[in-house]
C-alpha cells in the first residue's frame, strides 16, 4: 500500500493586514491581501501625489503594517510619508528577501514580501529617532563636505609640487596658519621667498631660513592658475562646513535630554583628554553638547573623541531599549562572532561583514586607543601579540562598544582602570589558570624566592 505524503502544516497568519512594496526610481509595485481589495496588487508613480495615493489606498485596504525593501534612497520619502500616516513600516535588509529561483519581477516581488510579511518572517531594520535621523543626515552632509575640501588640498600640493615650492617638506599641513598665509601671498602675486618666508607663524618649527630656501621655485602660470583655483575651491567648502556646523548647533539644542529632569546630571568637568580637539571639528563645543543630551561624557571613553562621538549618537541614537543587551548590540554592530554550527560542533567562527557606520568608528577608536597607557591599550597590545592586529582591532572594537552601551543605558560615567590594574588582573587571572592546569596534572606551583 502506498504511503501518503504528510501535508506540510500551514503558518500562522501574524500580519494580516500586512502590504507589501517594490520600490523602484518610477514605478511602486504595492500588494494588499487578497480579501482587502478586488485589486491587490497596483503600481504607484513616485511623485509625492502618487505617494499620497499609495497611503489612500492602503488606508482603505485597513492595512496597519508595510514592508519594503531598502533599495537605494528611494525609499525614503515612502518611509516617511507612511510612517507619518500612522503605518508601521519595516524597511527590511535585501538579503532576508531571497526570491525563488526563476521567479522574479515587480508584480511578483511585492507578492513575495506581502506574503513574508504577514507570516512574521521579516524583521526591521533598525531607525534610529527622527530627530536622530535629522542629526545623522547633516554629519553625514558634514563628512561629504571635507571630502570634497581634502580633495583641492591635494590638488594645492599638486600645484605646489609642480612649481618646485617644496612647503609640504617644511610644514606638516599646508593648510595651516603658515601656510594659508603663504599661499593666498603666492596667489596674490607676491614671489620673493624671503618676503613669503616673514609669514611664519610663531609656533611653526621650520625656521625662516628653511622656508625661505623651500619656497624658491619656478611660477608658472598655468600651476599658479591651477593652485588659485584650488585655493578658491578650498575656501568655498570651508564656507559650507561653517554653515553645516551653524546648523548641527541648532540641531542640537533641539534635541531633547533623555536623562530625567528630576534627577539632572553633574555640571560636565574638564576635559581629561589634552590636545585632542581636531582640526576638523566643528566650531562649537560638542563634548557639552553631547552632555548636555546623554548626561553622561562619551568622550571620556579612552579612543572617543569628539567626532568619534557624534557618528556614534547620530547612528545608533540615545534609547538602548532597542537591543536587549549588550550581545546584542554588538551582533547587530557586526562585532561578535558568527558561530556556524552543524552536528552540535561550531565549525567555523568569524564576525558578520557589515556596513555600520557605528562599527568603523569603532573600529578606528580601537586602533587610537592600542597605543595609549590604559586598560583598553594595554588588552589591544596584548591580543595583538597572541592573535594579530585585525581580530585584536575587533575585539577592542567590540569592547568599547560594550562601554558605550553601559554608558547610554544606564547613565553612568566611564572610568579608566589604569593599565598597571589591568596587567595585575590579568597577571592574577594567569596565575589561576596555571593552577588549575598543575592541578589537573597532580603539580603544585612554588614561587620563586624574591632577588636579593
Known amino acids: 500500500m502506498k504511503k501518503s505524503k504528510p501535508t506540510p502544516a500551514s503558518l500562522p497568519l501574524v500580519n494580516p493586514k500586512a502590504a507589501g512594496l517594490d520600490i523602484g526610481a518610477r514605478a511602486i509595485w504595492a500588494c494588499v491581501p487578497a ?6 496588487v497596483r503600481a504607484f508613480g513616485t511623485f509625492t501625489p502618487d505617494l499620497e495615493s499609495l497611503a489612500d489606498w492602503l488606508a482603505q485596504a485597513g492595512v496597519t503594517t508595510v514592508a519594503m525593501e531598502s533599495t537605494g534612497v528611494y525609499w525614503i520619502p515612502v518611509f516617511e510619508l507612511l510612517e507619518a500616516r500612522g503605518l508601521e513600516v519595516y524597511l527590511v535588509n535585501a538579503r532576508h528577501l531571497k526570491n525563488v529561483p526563476g521567479r522574479k519581477s515587480d508584480v511578483q516581488d511585492c507578492q513575495w ?10 524583521s526591521a531594520s533598525f531607525r534610529p529617532e527622527a530627530e536622530m535621523v535629522a542629526l545623522r543626515a547633516y554629519l553625514r552632509q558634514r563628512a561629504m563636505l571635507l571630502a570634497y575640501r581634502a580633495a583641492h588640498i591635494q590638488h594645492m600640493q599638486k600645484a605646489l609640487q609642480q612649481m618646485n615650492v617644496q612647503l609640504t617638506q617644511v610644514l606638516s599641513d599646508i593648510t595651516g596658519v603658515t601656510g594659508l598665509q603663504i599661499i593666498r601671498a603666492i596667489v596674490a602675486g607676491e614671489r620673493d621667498p624671503l618676503v613669503l618666508a616673514q609669514l611664519r607663524d610663531p609656533r611653526c618649527k621650520s625656521s625662516q631660513d628653511e622656508i625661505a630656501k623651500a619656497l624658491t621655485g619656478h611660477y608658472q602660470a598655468e600651476h599658479l592658475f591651477a ?8 575656501d568655498f567648502y570651508t564656507q559650507q562646513v561653517e554653515a553645516c556646523d551653524a546648523v548641527l548647533e541648532s540641531q542640537y539644542a533641539a534635541l531633547r535630554p533623555v536623562w530625567d529632569e528630576d534627577d539632572p546630571p553633574p555640571s560636565l568637568g574638564p576635559d581629561r583628554k589634552v590636545n ?3 582640526k576638523n571639528a566643528p566650531n562649537f563645543d560638542v563634548r557639552q553638547k553631547l552632555y548636555d543630551v546623554l548626561g553622561v561624557d562619551l568622550t571620556d571613553v579612552d579612543g572617543l573623541d569628539d567626532s568619534t562621538a557624534q557618528v556614534l549618537l547620530s547612528e545608533i541614537g540615545s534609547d538602548m531599549s532597542k537591543w536587549p543587551t549588550e550581545k546584542h548590540f554588538c551582533s547587530w554592530l557586526g562585532l561578535a562572532p558568527h558561530n556556524d554550527i552543524t552536528g552540535g560542533k561550531v565549525i567555523r567562527s568569524r564576525t558578520l561583514k557589515v556596513r555600520n557606520r557605528a562599527a568603523q568608528a569603532l573600529r578606528l577608536a580601537a586602533q587610537a586607543v592600542g597605543r595609549s597607557d590604559t586598560a ?4 589591544y597590545r596584548r591580543l595583538r601579540a597572541r592573535i594579530g592586529h585585525k581580530q585584536a582591532v575587533t575585539a577592542t572594537a567590540h569592547k568599547l562598544a560594550r562601554i558605550v552601551y553601559h554608558m547610554l543605558k544606564h547613565r553612568q560615567a566611564y572610568h579608566d582602570l589604569g593599565r598597571e590594574v589591568y596587567e595585575q588582573r590579568q597577571r592574577e587571572h594567569d596565575l589561576k589558570a596555571l593552577k588549575r592546569k598543575a592541578a589537573r596534572l597532580g603539580l603544585s606551583l612554588v614561587p620563586l624566592p624574591a632577588p636579593s
Do not use: K
Not at 480579501?35 to 491587490?40: K, L
Not at 593652485?227 to 578650498?234: C, D, E, K, N, S
Not at 583598553?376 to 588588552?379: E, R
Open 35 to 40: 480579501d482587502r481589495d478586488p485589486t491587490p
Open 113 to 122: 514580501i506581502q506574503r513574508l510579511h504577514s507570516y512574521g518572517l521579516l
Open 227 to 234: 593652485l588659485q583655483q584650488a585655493l578658491g575651491l578650498y
Open 276 to 278: 585632542s580637539h581636531s
Open 376 to 379: 583598553l591599550g594595554a588588552f
